[in-house]
C-alpha cells in the first residue's frame, strides 16, 4: 500500500468518511432523490424541457411515471409542502404522455401497446388504450 501525497487522505480516512456518511443517510433520503430524478428524468422524456424535444420517447416517460407514482406516497410525509410541488410535476407528466399517446406530441413514435406505424391501412385500428396502472386525466 502506498502512502498517499501530503493532504490527501489515507484509504483508510476514506473509508471511514464513507461509512460515517452512510450511518446518517436514511432510506428516505434515496427515495426523495430517486422521485426528483425520475420527475426531472421524466421531464426530458416527455420532451417538455426547452431543447429536449428530440428526446421524446413515452415508453421511458411511461415507466417514469408509473416509478414516481409507486414511490411518492412512500415519502409525501417527509416532502411536507413541497410533496404539492411533485404531484404537480407529475401532474404536467401525466399530461404529456396523455398527448403524446394520442398522437399530439408523440414525436412520430409509438406507444406501447398502440398500433405500429406499419400497420395496413385499410385494416381498421383498434383505439389506443392507456396502459392500466397509469392515471390519465379524462378517462
Do not use: F, H
Amino acid at each position: 500500500m502506498s502512502t498517499p501525497p501530503p493532504g490527501q487522505p489515507s484509504e483508510e480516512e476514506l473509508r471511514a468518511a464513507y461509512e460515517a456518511e452512510i450511518k446518517k443517510l436514511r432510506v428516505e433520503d434515496v427515495v426523495i432523490q430517486t422521485v426528483v430524478s425520475l420527475v426531472n428524468l421524466a421531464g426530458r422524456k416527455a420532451g417538455l424541457a426547452p431543447g429536449t424535444e428530440n428526446e421524446r420517447d413515452l415508453d421511458q416517460l411511461r415507466t417514469a411515471i408509473d416509478a414516481t407514482r409507486a414511490l411518492l406516497p412512500m415519502v409525501e410525509a417527509e416532502l411536507g409542502p413541497d410533496a404539492a410541488q411533485v404531484r404537480n410535476a407529475l401532474s404536467q407528466l401525466q399530461m404529456a404522455y396523455a398527448q403524446g399517446a394520442q398522437g399530439g406530441a408523440g414525436g412520430g413514435e409509438t406507444p406501447a401497446g398502440g398500433p405500429s406505424q406499419d400497420a395496413p391501412q385499410d385494416q381498421p385500428q383498434q383505439p389506443q388504450q392507456p396502459p392500466s396502472r397509469l392515471w390519465v386525466p379524462g378517462q
